[in-house]
Every structure is written in structure tokens, then in C-alpha cells.
């Protein structure tokens, strides 16, 4: 059965630490991998991530994607608390049947 | 203005009844999803529509319908309300391959 599992269920830090969020994926096709970033309300698109080796980056957070081994990292380097949040990872499938598998999800919170 | 919105917002409703959950876009999107978000089960996917004519059971959608009424309109239905729907429910739009857009999603209470 197709599965996103990621890791650690949930986590706590101090501002200016760096976290490493952790996503395993088990799907039949693979087309890319995505991390979402979820507040209080919809969940907002940070990377889409297709070939592995080559980091997507964005301000603090980079993510990279591993084909071979068939998981992903985000990291964010010096937390802030404006990062807690729930961090969700989905892959995606070419487009027949259900196109987009997430994960449970990774509840980071930033302790000024 | 919102790209996907949905409404209600928040519904607090007893078993039984009927419910509706509208969604609208102005992205130009074809394809459109409902999803459920439960506490430690993340998003999980009810229906999809890939255009107007094309509906498409996820991997929930026992208890659940929908109808594309037009390009930018997906609309969720409860027929009969059961507690276990109590959830938020999430729309989304996206473009063949490309990243999904979510609206804010609609708070669903069932007594």
C-alpha cells in the first residue's frame, strides 16, 4: 500500500536552533515530492522537489530529495518562532488515480 | 480576495442533517479535491475532479458526494451527517503536476 510516513511526530526547539524534518515515501509511480507549511489555516506550498541531489532553498529552509534511498529532508536553520507550525510532505503520482499522497505531518514548535 | 474559498467557515450541525460544503477559484485550475484533516491522520483525500465532467472517488469518500457545477465550483455533500465527520475539510486546486492551493478550510462540528 502506498504510504508518506515522516518524522518525528512532533518536535520543540529554541529560537536559533536548526531542525531536520524527515519524510519516507513507498509509491508505486513517482513523479515529485512537495513539503507544505500549515498554520492556523490552509497549507501553504514551500518546495517541489523532482530529481534527487539538488537542494531547493529558500531564505532558512532548503529541502533535498533522495530517489534512490526514497526519502526527503526540509531544513530550517536558525528558527524563529514565526516557523512553528505543522510541516506536511505529499508525493505526487503521474496522473492516473489518486494524484497526491501526504503525510501525517511534522508539528514543529519554536520556544523564543 | 482568496484564490480558493470556501464556505462555511465554520458549521456546528446534529446527526442526520444534510450538509453542504461549497468551494469556489479564481486560479483557472481544472482539477479540484476534498480533503479531511484529522488530528494525527493528516489530509486524507474524499473526491477529485480532474474537469467539469470527471469526478473521482479518493480514498474516503463513504458517506460523501460531490458535484463539479462548473469549471471553478466543487461542492461537497454530507447526505447524513455522522458524528466520525467531524473534521476540517480542506478544497484544493491545482494544475496537472504542479502544487496544490488550499483554501482555508471549513471546521465541521456533528452532534
Known amino acids: 500500500e502506498d504510504k508518506v510516513v515522516q518524522s518525528p511526530l512532533s518536535l520543540v526547539v529554541h529560537e536559533g536552533d536548526t531542525v531536520t524534518l524527515n519524510c519516507s515515501y513507498e509509491?508505486?509511480?513517482?513523479?515529485?515530492l512537495l513539503w507544505y507549511k500549515q498554520e492556523k489555516k490552509a497549507p501553504t506550498f514551500l518546495f517541489m522537489l523532482t530529481s534527487s541531489g539538488i537542494e531547493k532553498k529558500s531564505g532558512r529552509l532548503s529541502s533535498i530529495l533522495d530517489k534512490k534511498e526514497l526519502f526527503s529532508i526540509l531544513n530550517i536553520t536558525a528558527t524563529q518562532t514565526g516557523d512553528s507550525a505543522i510541516y506536511l510532505c505529499a508525493v505526487s503520482q503521474p496522473d492516473t488515480g489518486n494524484q497526491f499522497y501526504f503525510g501525517t505531518g511534522t508539528s514543529l514548535t519554536v520556544i523564543p | 480576495d482568496a484564490d480558493v474559498t470556501q464556505t462555511p467557515r465554520n458549521r456546528i450541525t446534529k446527526t442526520g442533517k444534510r450538509i453542504m460544503l461549497e468551494c469556489s477559484q479564481t486560479?483557472?485550475?481544472?482539477?479540484m479535491y476534498w480533503y479531511r484533516q484529522d488530528p494525527g491522520l493528516g489530509l486524507r483525500l474524499i473526491y477529485y475532479?480532474?474537469?467539469?465532467?470527471?469526478?473521482n472517488k479518493g480514498e474516503i469518500s463513504d458517506g460523501y458526494s460531490v458535484s463539479r457545477q462548473a469549471q471553478a465550483k466543487f461542492s461537497l455533500s454530507l447526505e447524513s451527517a455522522i458524528p466520525n465527520q467531524t473534521a476540517l475539510y480542506f478544497c484544493?486546486?491545482?494544475?496537472?503536476?504542479?502544487?496544490?492551493?488550499f483554501g482555508d478550510g471549513t471546521r465541521l462540528s456533528i452532534l
Open positions: 486560479k483557472g485550475h481544472d482539477r
Open positions: 484544493a486546486t491545482s494544475d496537472a503536476g504542479q502544487p496544490q492551493h
Open positions: 509509491v508505486t509511480n513517482f513523479r515529485s
Open positions: 475532479s480532474f474537469d467539469v465532467k470527471d469526478i
